[in-house]
């Protein structure tokens, strides 16, 4: 029976148990200690509930602070955490997207930023950019309030953009007469360039990773391929326009792989002496963007219309799936999380394959018209 007004019970095994409430940063909540005696359990109740006291003024004392604090410090604040946490370029994208769109944001109080604030302001911006890069804004402006959440125990809206039902538009592959255009040109008077281009259409390589594809990272007696590392260039934080080329480890652990290499792309690869540290330009990661240039000049030759380096990556997830191959396979290949992001973004079957496949359907309803007709 419960000790009137002090929450105490004697509960069914035998034990006391003494219940009391705790703030938390997400509310309260109910808590219980136990004791084999009355007296005992009232005698820890009362130590809990006194520290369960000095927590919640803590609580407290941390959201008070935090109140007093603008949006614009609170952001500094998290982007000094991902740049301690997160890979440098990661950090230089997020203090891009705050300073260019969340920034007229940063002499609000953070207990004064509602859904409501981050609606209006954001919305006067002019955002004619990619749907992906809208996400990405409201992605960092919610990053930075969870943290303000997590940090100073206050209370925080996220806010969730209505994109509509607008369709992501997908990345331009080469057709099969296309790809043989691309093919002879790349085949004719063959250099290094050329054959890293071959090899990115046989492996579905990144561009950044092509670039900085390192002799070492072949082993043509196993016959594989290692993707340890990428470069990209990136601008130098605190010195305006300035950029770097950055070489670090792909973008996450998936992209971090092994490629069996086929054999065609082994005798190709046997051809070419492995000659520096970098396939590519032998001393130095190659420059991407100067590796996109070579690419649209061997397009031109081709009398092949404008198409970006991914498109080859897309080219080649394509043209497994049209030959068979698993979609398991194909996702650990290309470096994906999953299976869903290998069929949804990165394959694109002909309208060929597509008539094929329908006339797949030939052979069971013929079954049916034979029938009908004895």
Known sequence: ?????ENIHKRTDGRWEGRYMLSTPTGRKQRSVYAKTYAKVKEKLAVAKETAKKESFAI?????RAGRKTFGVMAEEWLQYIEKNRKYPTYVKYKKIYEKYLSELAKVPLTSVDVGTIDKKLTLLDMQESVALKRTVYAVFNQIMKYAAKKYH???DT???ELGCERKQNVATFSQMEQSRLFHVLCSEMDVFKMGILLCLSTGLRLGEICALKCSDIDLHTETLRVSSTVQRIAVDGCGTKTILYENKPKSIYSMREIPLSEDVVQLLRSFPMEGEYLIK?????EPRTYQNKLKSYLR?????NKSFHALRHTFATNCIESGMDAKSLSEILG??????TLNRYVHPSIALKRQQ???LSSIYGQFVGQSER
């Open 154 to 156: 206050v209370h925080t």
């Open 282 to 286: 032998r001393d130095a990661p190659m």
């Open 336 to 341: 994906h999380a999953n299976v869903q992001i």
């Open 301 to 305: 030759q081709a009398e092949i219309g």
């Open 358 to 360: 329908m006339n797949k």
């Open 159 to 161: 806010f969730q953009m």
């Open 60 to 64: 407290d004392a941390e959201s008070g």
């Open 1 to 5: 029976m419960a000790r009137r007004g």
